[in-house]
């Protein structure tokens, strides 16, 4: 059970926030574009800094902890996914306040 707690996490979180998209209209799932441009920095970032850490042996993963599935260069999954389910719970919360508040951006008419 210890390898699916990590995934279950993960998903709690992304169930978690989907009410704010629904209820408070947060749009972070409305506009796809606007999303894949906010992820990419951060994944490519922190996946980059993964994967030298594990190279040069800085950190490591338990097996126990993880279901098996590796990535490229020995990421394991889960931290794949983490890299993307967490910045993407951050995005949602932040525009459901943003719904919430009435603050407006640059990209929005009026």
């Known amino acids: ?11 709690g979180c992304l ?22 441009l906010s ?3 951060v994944v490519v ?3 980059g800094w993964d994967l030298y850490a594990i190279a040069h042996r ?3 993963y338990d097996k126990d902890q993880l279901v098996g599935v590796m990535l ?4 394991p999954l889960e931290e794949g ?9 951050s995005i949602l919360t932040l525009e459901a306040v943003r719904a ?6 640059g990209d929005e008419g009026p």
């Open 45 to 47: 970032l922190f996946t």
């Open 39 to 41: 992820l990419a920095p």
């Open 100 to 105: 919430v508040r009435g603050w407006r951006v």
């Open 58 to 60: 800085h950190w490591s």
């Open 72 to 75: 490229p260069g020995g990421l």
């Open 1 to 11: 059970m210890g390898a699916w707690v990590y995934l279950a996490m993960l998903g």
């Open 15 to 36: 169930i978690a926030t989907l009410p704010l998209e629904v209820a408070l209209r947060a749009r972070v799932y409305a506009r796809p574009r606007r999303l894949l």
């Open 81 to 89: 996914l983490f890299f993307l389910a967490v910045p993407v719970c």
